[in-house]
């Protein structure tokens, strides 16, 4: 969503567990950066018109009808999609215990969602005035912060109309400080911010939206609430999750929501609706949820519970597309 919106039920906060490696980053400023990049950060050229092999389902994709209040098509505003590859720099500034599994997930889906995904060829009907298309993603980057958040992100005493503009500013100051030291590219719209951070000011958390940093690259919010392992979020045998880690699972259930949105609409003139972007269409639906993984996808062996997109092909919402 391009507004601040609630996340289905979260209660968590972060800690780093990489495939890659691990990277902490501790103190008070000046800061002194660290991070573990997958690839190199230069962008991947995505000049041509789209070129995308259209899979093909047997038996056809399932659809499933929007609501009233959700009809009609996505419509095509004249700006960008990321057309070609989406380079994907994942942020976590976080100075709380987390959720075993928070940041490996959500790395791991990065990969697989990017990686010709059913659900990523969905974005591929969505083309510039070019014909350019998403074609996929991958993760080009990734760094942890630990340090105390500063002050106008832990005030509880603030109201949200006070607190959200300053979180805001504090947010996209940290993005700018650590791309400036990793020497990320935060002017190109190819070039995908995703920033999780777990602050309490005005009491208010548990909301993901997108939006552009003043330098021109997309970029996702993703706010959680603090971590408790004995919250009601964590999975149990009456309340499971695909990955054994409620937080993180349902972490990537709003990721997914808003890094569709992100691809087809980063700078806010691109594909949208007057009633949502892509996944805002299908939010009302519920997710259609296997009984055996407790997942609705399964994706080069590992399982999410995402959310659907919208499909202009197919006039509803899919899994897999377009």
């Not at 419509?75 to 999609?81: F, W």
């Not at 005493?157 to 940290?174: G, H, S, Y």
């Amino acid at each position: 969503m391009q507004e601040r919106t609630k996340l289905m039920n979260r209660g968590y906060s972060v800690v780093l567990l990489l495939s890659i490696g691990l990277t902490f980053f501790t103190g008070q400023p000046p800061i002194v950066m660290a991070s573990v990049s997958a690839t190199p950060s230069t962008p991947v050229p995505t000049t041509q018109a789209c070129r995308v092999q259209t899979p093909h389902y047997n038996p056809a994709p399932h659809v499933y009808a929007t609501d009233s209040a959700h009809t009609g098509d996505l419509t095509y505003g004249g700006g960008h999609v990321i057309d070609g590859i989406a380079n994907v720099y994942l942020i976590y500034w976080l100075h709380r215990p987390t959720s075993p599994k928070y940041i490996s997930l959500s790395e791991q889906f990065v990969k697989d969602f990017g990686q010709r995904s059913p659900l990523y060829m969905d974005l591929s009907q969505y083309h510039d005035s070019s014909g350019r298309c998403p074609t996929g993603a991958r993760l080009a980057g990734t760094f942890v912060d630990t340090r105390s958040l500063p002050s106008e992100l832990t005030d509880r005493n603030m109201t949200p109309d006070q607190a959200n503009p300053l979180v805001d500013a504090a947010i996209r100051k940290e993005i700018a400080d650590v791309a400036a030291k990793k020497g990320w590219n935060t002017q190109d719209y190819h070039n995908l911010y995703g920033i999780f951070y777990n602050a309490t000011a005005g009491g208010v958390c548990d909301e993901a939206y997108h939006g552009v940093l003043q330098s021109g690259s997309p970029v996702m919010f993703l706010h959680s609430c603090p971590y408790s392992p004995s919250s009601p979020h964590k999975a149990t045998s009456t309340n499971p999750s695909p990955n054994h880690d409620k937080d993180a699972d349902d972490l990537v259930g709003s990721f997914s929501h808003e890094f569709s949105e992100a691809v087809t609409d980063p700078l806010l003139n691109g594909w949208s609706a007057s009633n949502g972007e892509i996944a805002d269409k299908c939010q009302p639906i519920p997710q259609p949820v296997d009984r055996q993984t407790h997942g609705d996808v399964t994706w080069h062996g590992h399982t999410y519970l995402i959310a659907l997109e919208y499909s202009n092909r197919r006039h509803g919402c899919v899994l897999e597309g377009p």
